[in-house]
């Protein structure tokens, strides 16, 4: 059977996603990122299911600095809704709850109801870690956030349903592969393109990088930036745009944006998301 990698334990989102999205898989739980793109690049698992940013709490912490150094591709895109359940030990009340434990951006997607409780929050490296660590040292004092599916694997009670902040939560996965050179998506699909590029330390440099995707009417979805090994003049961009890297208007934008780089790297061309039709 084929495997799909993920981070987190058994019950995660990341495991959700895999289910869905690729149901003949075999799921396999990584502790980290860099060990789930390990698995990846070591050929255990044929894909992975990577989280790189969600609605409410943003881009994902370190995945935007593995992603160009993993040597793996992009293949695609899901757009997964995300629902956090409060869950205990059974036979705890939630008026007993004193400390809530989950990963920090899912802390960060279900501030108010926290706030309501009134309870103390506690960072982990995984949603249904969180879970699993509860069903190992019952604590009628503590709840864990976490999906509904790890409620089901460690035995938990969900005391409150649904508790995320924004009804249209959303987590963006993209799925991984070690080929150096996979099949693009067929002529008549819409893509989306990923890269990665440094712009060359010189005045207006990164002004006139962009410039080419203007001129040529390449419409840029997303520009992010981030440091390298701690190093303010050296900034790494992370970037996606509408179309696929043959297209005319996207060769001559990125024939000027390297003119102005020291280092670009295509990261992958893959099928946009239906989801990203939606207003």
């Keep these: ?58 881009r994902v912490a370190d995945v935007h600095h593995l992603l ?3 040597g793996l591709k992009i293949i695609g895109e899901v757009f997964k809704p995300i629902r956090f359940q409060l869950m205990a030990n059974p036979g705890t009340k939630i008026e007993d709850v004193k400390t809530v434990a989950s990963m920090s951006i899912a802390l960060a997607q279900c501030r108010k109801v926290l706030k309501a409780l009134g309870v103390k929050t506690e960072s982990v490296g995984d949603t249904a870690g969180a879970a699993k660590a509860l ?20 035995g938990l009670t969900i005391l409150k349903r649904d508790i995320e902040d924004e009804a249209s939560n959303t987590t ?15 002529p008549d699909v819409k893509c989306v393109t990923s890269f990665v590029f440094r712009v060359r330390n010189l005045p207006a440099a990164l002004y006139k990088a962009m410039g080419g995707f203007a001129t040529n009417g390449v419409n840029m979805t997303k520009l992010e930036s981030y440091m390298e090994n701690a190093a303010f003049t050296a900034t790494f961009f992370y970037a996606e745009v509408d179309g696929r890297p043959e297209d005319e208007g996207l060769a001559r934008a990125f024939e000027e944006l390297e003119f102005f780089s020291d280092h670009f790297e295509v990261l992958g061309t893959y099928p946009a998301d239906a989801y990203r039709e939606r207003g």
């Design 1 to 58: 059977m084929s495997r799909i990698a993920f981070q987190g334990e058994l019950g995660a989102n990341g495991h959700e996603a895999c289910a869905t999205y690729y149901p003949s898989y075999e799921a396999v739980p990584c502790a980290t990122f860099e060990e789930a793109f390990e698995a990846v690049k070591s050929g255990d698992c044929q894909l992975g299911m990577i989280a790189i940013e969600n609605s409410t709490a943003g």
């Design 68 to 70: 160009p150094k993993s």
């Design 135 to 154: 069903s190992e040292h019952p604590d009628p004092t503590r709840a864990s956030i976490s999906p509904a599916l790890a409620a089901e694997i460690y």
């Design 172 to 186: 963006r996965f993209l799925i991984m592969t070690a080929d150096r050179d996979p099949p693009r998506p067929a």
